[in-house]
């Protein structure tokens, strides 16, 4: 592995279709809003941060945001990612979608040194994605896992002073039955962005953490959501 290697990540955990190369001619991304048109125009977004560059000889590791997050949206991240790792033989990145807005938010500095930040995503079915994160100045310290609510039952975390709401979970703060969730900052529109995780990867300010691409798989927070790997769904020449 080069000490810069290039990186092709992408992202459809939420509305937004997110895809980036970081490579030796810099930072090459699209960031699209496409809600149930992912699979429609991942593979036009692919060829234009592409240019015309054939993969093999473009990239090093395939990063792919495995949610939590759209049940098809995720499918759809992980099958493109898989696919095109396993036909080059390329190791794969998993990343946290809802981690990945919090480095969104603060590479569009509206974070600071110690916030508190829930990051949310939206599930569509009157629950909501969340983790708790602290935002230490250059990175993400995690509090607890990735966990599915009712908007009126988030969790949130002793001692924890200015609060930060990302992501589409937002959309019920009405519900929001703690007094200093309502009082937080929000930003609503943050999404996760594959160009800023391929910059973060490759520059080595996030660790890279490579497995074969028949072990990547969704993040599901629900139980009992069938996925078949790479490896379980028959042979592939």
């Not at 759809?76 to 990945?100: E, I, K, T, Y």
């Not at 993040?219 to 769904?233: A, C, D, M, T």
Request: charged share 15%; net charge negative.
């Amino acid at each position: 592995m080069p000490s810069t290697p290039r990186i092709l990540a992408l992202d459809t955990a939420t509305q937004a279709c997110s895809l980036a190369l970081f490579g030796h001619g810099g930072l090459r991304r699209r960031h699209e809003m496409l809600a149930r048109a992912h699979n429609r125009h991942i593979l036009h977004m692919l060829s234009d941060v592409l240019q015309g560059e054939v993969l093999a000889d473009s990239v090093d590791v395939v990063a792919c945001g495995v949610g939590p997050g759209s049940f098809t949206g995720l499918r759809v991240a992980v099958s493109v990612a898989q696919g095109l790792a396993w036909s080059q033989r390329l190791p794969v990145h998993p990343f946290c979608s809802l981690r990945a807005q919090i480095y969104a938010a603060a590479e569009q500095d509206l974070l600071v040194e110690g916030d508190h930040v829930l990051s949310t995503i939206d599930a569509q079915i009157g629950q909501l994605y969340g983790l708790w994160g602290v935002w230490t100045g250059c990175a993400v310290a995690a509090d607890g896992s990735p966990f599915i609510c009712t908007p009126d039952q988030i969790p949130v975390p002793d001692g924890s002073d200015k609060l930060v709401i990302l992501g589409s979970g937002v959309n019920y703060q009405q519900q929001f039955s703690a007094s200093r969730l309502a009082e937080a900052a929000q930003h609503g529109m943050i999404t996760p962005d594959a160009g800023v995780m391929a910059t973060l990867l490759a520059s080595g300010a996030i660790s890279l953490d490579l497995q074969a691409a028949h072990l990547l798989t969704p993040q599901y927070v629900q139980r009992n959501i069938g996925w078949k790997k790479l490896s379980e769904q028959g042979r592939h020449d």
